[in-house]
């Protein structure tokens, strides 16, 4: 099964949450875990394309220079969309962790935050 990365389009670019830069793109990323019940869990997450952090990881790198070539993001583009997959694929999303999900829950409940 294939999942779809959507582009997020807007006028005004996204910062970046590591650096605070200008981000070229925004993309919801396909991503899943396996919860406490051995079940598959499917879901999205943002992730941004940073020239700043990102410009030393190989298939950002890519469609980093795609951008500074070719300027916006077009679907009908072969080229892009290979390395929009490339990039999103790589991305490593962080893995639920539910009993530390579970901790932070109770320390608000008391409090403690």
Do not use: K
């Not at 020239?51 to 009908?76: K, M, R, S, Y």
Request: with cysteine; proline share 4%.
């Amino acid at each position: 099964m294939t999942q779809r990365i959507d582009v997020v389009t807007t006028d005004d670019a996204p910062a970046c949450p590591r650096c605070g830069c200008e981000a070229l793109l925004w993309a919801r990323i396909p991503h899943g875990w396996t919860n406490t019940a051995g079940e598959r869990v499917e879901s999205y997450s943002g992730g941004v394309l940073c020239p700043a952090c990102d410009a030393q990881t190989p298939h950002a790198a890519a469609l980093i220079t795609w951008f500074h070539v070719n300027g916006q993001a077009d679907d009908e583009d072969t080229e892009f969309v290979q390395l929009l997959v490339a990039w999103a694929t790589s991305v490593l999303m962080t893995e639920l962790n539910e009993q530390a999900l579970e901790d932070e829950i109770e320390q608000w409940r008391r409090g403690a935050l």
